[in-house]
């Protein structure tokens, strides 16, 4: 356990071998703190590529679910900014604008799971998640809450290991707040504000590893595609083109942190279309080259 001014906490980054990160479903990441009244917070120490500031936020190229087992705290994306108290559980999606933090006064004790994968990103995109915001629809907090201290306490006492156990109990967590589509009606989502720019998302970070272009989500959306640019532009403050690279950027740095894939197969399945265009994307983003990411990792894993 380590201990930094009172605030405890655990991590684990687990690894992906190649087997495993060509499964539909996988768990990239646990761990739990335990945050008391008054102590600073966001804590320093885990991996790089997961750190906070409550200043700047952060983004993530995976799936984040946490859960509150005592005190409250926040959470904001750019959609809007929400309370969370104990028994409640939020879910952020991959490249969604974050931050979270507990009550000073109060304090709290949370725990999280990270994720990634084609079945996933199909369930984010068919709007299968009960959500309320960010806040996680649950008829049954305390069965979710002992399979989330289960699914946590297996990751910790497997000492750094991952094994497709882990993704077979975080599908029986995402089971309390997945909504079965074939059992009510589904409204047409209209074609303009943010139902335009979640579902290009979701379409995105779901079909980026493709060689897919701007032209290539005009056409998914059936609009226009100046007026998709423009629509989107004006929600996100990014572009399009900006939104495929960043999902890019975040599929390759996951497969050059957590497997042993040559860079050559990375190039592929992160979307890229050649070495160049990668090494370009890596030094304008990172600073570094593919391959230093990947020896800067493992050193700050070590």
């Known amino acids: 356990m380590l201990e930094m001014r009172h605030v405890n906490w655990r991590a684990h980054a687990l690894p992906l071998n190649d087997r495993l990160f060509r499964e539909p479903f996988y768990v990239t990441h646990a761990g739990w703190e335990r945050v008391r009244p008054h102590q600073s917070y966001p804590h320093s120490g885990q991996p790089y590529y997961y750190d906070m500031t409550w200043t700047e936020g952060r983004i993530l190229g995976e799936f984040c679910l946490s859960f509150i087992t005592k005190g409250q705290g926040e959470v904001e994306?750019?959609?809007?900014?929400?309370?969370?108290?104990?028994?409640?559980?939020?879910?952020?999606?991959?490249?969604?604008?974050?931050?979270?933090?507990?009550?000073?006064?109060?304090?709290?004790?949370?725990?999280?799971i990270k994720f990634n994968g084609s079945l996933a990103h199909q369930w984010m995109q068919e709007r299968a998640f009960g959500l309320k915001g960010n806040l996680v629809q649950l008829a049954d907090t305390r069965l979710f809450q002992r399979q989330f201290r289960h699914l946590v306490e297996s990751i910790d006492a497997a000492d750094g290991r991952n094994s497709l156990q882990f993704s077979w109990q975080a599908i029986g967590l995402l089971s309390h707040f997945l909504?079965?589509?074939?059992?009510?009606?589904?409204?047409?989502?209209?074609?303009?504000?943010?139902?335009?720019?979640?579902?290009?998302?979701?379409?995105?970070?779901?079909?980026?590893?493709?060689?897919?272009?701007?032209?290539?989500?005009?056409?998914?959306?059936?609009?226009?595609?100046?007026?998709?640019?423009?629509?989107?532009?004006?929600?996100?403050?990014?572009?399009?083109?900006?939104?495929?690279?960043?999902?890019?950027?975040?599929?390759?740095?996951?497969?050059?942190?957590?497997?042993?894939?040559?860079i050559k197969y990375v190039i592929g399945r992160a979307g890229f279309s050649s070495y160049q265009q990668i090494r370009l994307a890596f030094q304008k983003h990172f600073a570094v080259s593919p391959e230093e990411y990947r020896a800067n990792a493992r050193s700050t894993a070590s």
């Open 77 to 112: 994306t750019k959609r809007g900014r929400q309370s969370v108290r104990a028994a409640q559980a939020w879910l952020y999606m991959p490249g969604e604008w974050h931050r979270h933090r507990p009550t000073p006064s109060v304090g709290w004790s949370n725990q999280w």
């Open 179 to 262: 909504v079965d589509q074939s059992a009510v009606d589904q409204p047409k989502v209209a074609q303009s504000g943010d139902a335009v720019v979640d579902s290009v998302r979701a379409y995105i970070w779901s079909q980026s590893h493709n060689q897919i272009s701007v032209s290539d989500v005009a056409r998914h959306t059936r609009l226009n595609r100046r007026t998709l640019e423009r629509c989107f532009k004006a929600v996100t403050g990014t572009t399009l083109l900006n939104e495929i690279q960043q999902c890019r950027i975040s599929r390759a740095a996951l497969l050059l942190r957590e497997t042993d894939v040559p």
